[in-house]
């Protein structure tokens, strides 16, 4: 049973920077995949950008694509979700998953970006 926590939201302006983070126990983390998705107000939940824990390999939405960093310190079980220029439609409560199909959930984190 892994458990992940989700930690980094707030309030921010459009065009601001808040960083998540993933912090994630409960077993070794070879061949796992962390990813973040996030659900805004009467919208469904949507995939944001995911890592390998073993390669690092990163993979986006195009939503997010040059404006959101994942990123991980396997010293820490962290992962993290930089995000720049938030704009005012990345309103959302952000998750982090993780595991075959996206087995392990954290409980979220709100993030509000104000125009």
């Known amino acids: 049973q892994v458990q992940l926590i989700e930690s980094g939201g707030g309030v921010v302006q459009a065009g601001g920077s808040l960083r998540l983070s993933c912090a994630a126990s409960?077993?070794?983390?070879?061949?796992?995949?962390v990813g973040w998705f996030r659900r805004a107000p009467g919208k469904e939940r949507e995939f944001v950008a995911r890592i390998t824990w073993t390669h690092g390999i990163r993979y986006y939405a195009d939503s997010v694509k040059g404006r959101f960093t994942i990123s991980r310190d396997s010293a820490k079980n962290t992962v993290y979700l930089q995000m720049n220029s938030l704009k005012p439609e990345d309103t959302a409560v952000y998750y982090c998953?993780?595991?075959?199909?996206?087995?392990?959930w954290g409980q979220g984190t709100q993030v509000t970006v104000s125009s």
């Open positions: 409960g077993r070794t983390f070879t061949n796992y995949v």
């Open positions: 998953a993780g595991g075959d199909r996206w087995r392990d």
